[in-house]
C-alpha cells in the first residue's frame, strides 16, 4: 500500500463505508478497501451471525427424547431472552 492511505479523511467515504470506519477505524477500512475492494461483501444481521453456533448447540442438547419442552424452551429462553411458557 502507498502512502495515500494517510490522506484518507472520513469526508472522502461513501456513507456505507463511513459507518464502517466509525465501527473499524479508517486504517482497517484502507486494508478492506485493499484487500476486497470492487467486490460485494455481505454483513449479516446479528442474529444470522449467531444462527450456525445456536442451531449447533441445538444439535448438541437433543438427545431423542428431550424435544420440544426440554430442549426448545431452553434455548428460547437463552437466545429470546424470554421465558418459555410449556406446552408452546
Not at 442451531?55 to 424452551?73: D, L, P, Q
Amino acid at each position: 500500500m502507498t502512502n495515500s492511505r494517510a490522506k484518507i479523511s472520513m469526508e472522502d467515504l461513501s456513507e456505507d463505508l463511513r459507518q464502517v470506519a466509525e465501527v473499524i477505524g479508517l486504517d482497517l477500512v484502507a486494508r478492506l478497501v485493499a484487500r476486497v475492494g470492487g467486490e460485494r461483501v455481505y454483513i449479516p444481521s446479528p442474529g444470522r451471525l449467531g444462527a450456525k453456533a445456536r442451531n449447533r448447540a441445538i444439535r448438541n442438547e437433543f438427545t431423542g427424547e428431550n424435544h420440544k419442552a426440554k430442549v426448545s424452551c431452553k434455548f428460547i429462553e437463552f437466545f429470546a431472552m424470554q421465558p418459555c411458557v410449556a406446552g408452546f
